[in-house]
């Protein structure tokens, strides 16, 4: 499975921003599609998922109420809607995939990991 993630870019504080996952290959075992987001000197943290049949999802407590990870299945295309963006938004933000895990907020579950792309909140 190859995951490639696109859409970031520079905002300003109070902007929107969708973020996109294209995947591509061996997509039918996918359980679960997630994305994470990373800022140099910290540790690669949980954002949000969404089980593969879009049964389930699951956010980050510090992000719920503005991101909204959604998935098109004609295209197997994942987004992450982000409204509101705030500096502390400012991270690369990377997609991800399991086969089993489904919805989970923990990093080691993900086999399969997009680029990333960066998001940058300023004004």
């Known amino acids: 499975v190859q995951l490639q993630a696109s859409g970031g870019g520079l905002v300003q504080p109070g902007d929107s921003l969708t973020l996109s996952c294209s995947a591509s290959?061996?997509?039918?075992?996918?359980?679960?599609m997630a994305w994470f987001r990373e800022v140099p000197g910290k540790e690669r943290e949980f954002v949000a998922a969404?089980?593969?049949?879009?049964?389930?999802?699951y956010y980050a407590d510090s992000v719920r109420g503005r991101f909204v990870i959604s998935r098109d299945e004609s295209t197997k295309m994942t987004y992450l809607q982000i409204r509101k963006l705030e500096a502390d938004d400012t991270a690369v933000y990377y997609c991800?995939?399991?086969?089993?895990?489904?919805?989970?907020?923990?990093?080691?579950?993900?086999?399969?990991w997009g680029q990333g792309t960066l998001v940058t909140v300023s004004s």
């Open positions: 969404r089980s593969w049949s879009g049964l389930s999802q």
């Open positions: 290959g061996r997509t039918t075992g996918l359980a679960g």
């Open positions: 991800a995939a399991n086969t089993g895990a489904g919805v989970n907020w923990y990093r080691p579950a993900y086999e399969y």
